[in-house]
């Protein structure tokens, strides 16, 4: 058994292994090491082992360096899952081995494992920062509709009834439109348009994006990923008219609707952190909370690296933030993010 790096000659290989292992996900896949390259410029290394001239085992990883938030390598950024993908535990252990041994090389602080399960519980970890949240998707569209808490179908209804229309963009224009304002809300940085471009070009008709608006106006927009029988509705956002019209709302069913027809068994609603304002919309559809473990071998680092907003030394940055012009923010945005993974 040797560990390698992947290569170009290696992708379909890749996508092949990626496409029929239980334990892989979308974040798995080749793709992102084009989109981590080429929308930030930051260097990937795809790890697989491969015995015989077949691939046994994988582990996507990139290096993010900045100044002000540390250097890490990690699996993978920017993604909610990551981690070794492998046929047996021997397999697993030399991917990590080698990317310990990278993470030396490169002298960065950490290496970050972004597993949904527990994998090493020694291991210095995130266990109750983040959850994600996935449901089943029923086959019959009425009991999609029915299956959401009444509350929470008393808004998707109202969405419905306030004249909203959804519409299958083939650009991220008004996405990134959409996002930008709603995260300048929030106070933090924005991805730049050129992310979400790179996104869409390298995964193709395996990312759509989905625009609400309500008598022209842009009400919402989101991006979502699919992969075998799963929909992830990833990157969203929405305009002030989003919360007048229950925008959100809407989007994210229009999203559900879609995929019940043509298919998919589940929806994804993707990665939250505890008791924020996300993870209480999530919980209002009725999607039960389910852990992820982010674990760590330091190398440099003296303890888990915290970049997250809710970390209190950030919380002046977020004020200040909130308070630039949204042109402003588009403009250095980009320059920020792309540095936190």
């Known amino acids: ?26 974040f798995h896949r080749a793709g992102w090491r084009t989109v981590l390259e080429q929308a930030f410029g930051h260097r990937a290394y795809f ?9 046994v085992g994988i582990l996507p990883l990139a290096a993010i360096r900045s100044r002000i938030f540390g250097d890490y390598l990690g699996s993978t950024p920017f ?5 070794v993908v492998s046929d047996r535990d021997d397999v697993q252990q030399a991917l990590e081995d080698k990317a310990v041994e990278l993470a030396r090389e490169l002298k960065v602080g950490s290496l970050e494992i972004r597993n949904q399960q527990p ?18 998707i029923d086959p019959d569209l009425e009991k999609n509709m029915s299956n959401i808490p009444r509350k929470q179908r008393a808004m998707v209804r109202k969405g419905i009834q306030a004249g909203l229309e959804s519409h299958w963009d083939q650009n991220v224009d008004r996405l990134h439109d959409a996002y930008s304002q709603s995260v300048h809300a929030l106070g933090t940085p924005v991805f730049s348009k050129k992310y979400f ?3 869409q070009q390298v995964f193709a008709d395996d990312c759509r994006v989905l625009t609400v608006t309500h008598e022209g106006k842009l009400v919402a927009s989101v991006m979502n990923f699919y992969f075998r029988d799963q929909v992830l509705p990833y990157y969203g956002g929405g305009t002030p008219l989003a919360r007048e019209t229950k925008g959100n709302d809407f989007m994210y069913w229009e999203v559900m609707r879609d995929a019940c027809e043509r298919g998919y068994k589940v929806f994804d609603y993707g990665r939250s952190k505890v008791n924020t304002g996300a993870y209480s ?24 690296p915290d970049v997250s907003p809710a970390n209190p030394k950030y919380a002046m940055f977020i004020k200040i933030w909130q308070k630039l012009p949204l042109g402003l923010t588009r403009i250095i945005g980009p320059h920020i993010v792309k540095n936190l993974g």
Request: proline share 5%; aromatic share 16%; with cysteine.
């Open 1 to 26: 058994m040797e560990v390698k790096t992947l290569t170009d000659q290696d992708v379909e290989r890749w996508e092949a292994y990626v496409a029929q292992a239980p334990a892989a996900t979308f």
């Open 47 to 55: 790890l697989y082992a491969e015995e015989q001239g077949k691939i």
């Open 79 to 83: 993604c909610v899952y990551g981690g």
């Open 119 to 136: 994998v090493h519980q020694d291991w210095p970890a995130k266990r109750e920062l983040y959850v994600t949240f996935k449901k089943e």
């Open 197 to 199: 471009e790179v996104l």
């Open 281 to 304: 919309f999530k919980k209002n559809w009725g999607f039960e909370p389910q852990p992820l473990h982010y674990e760590y071998v330091l190398i440099n680092d003296q303890q888990v």
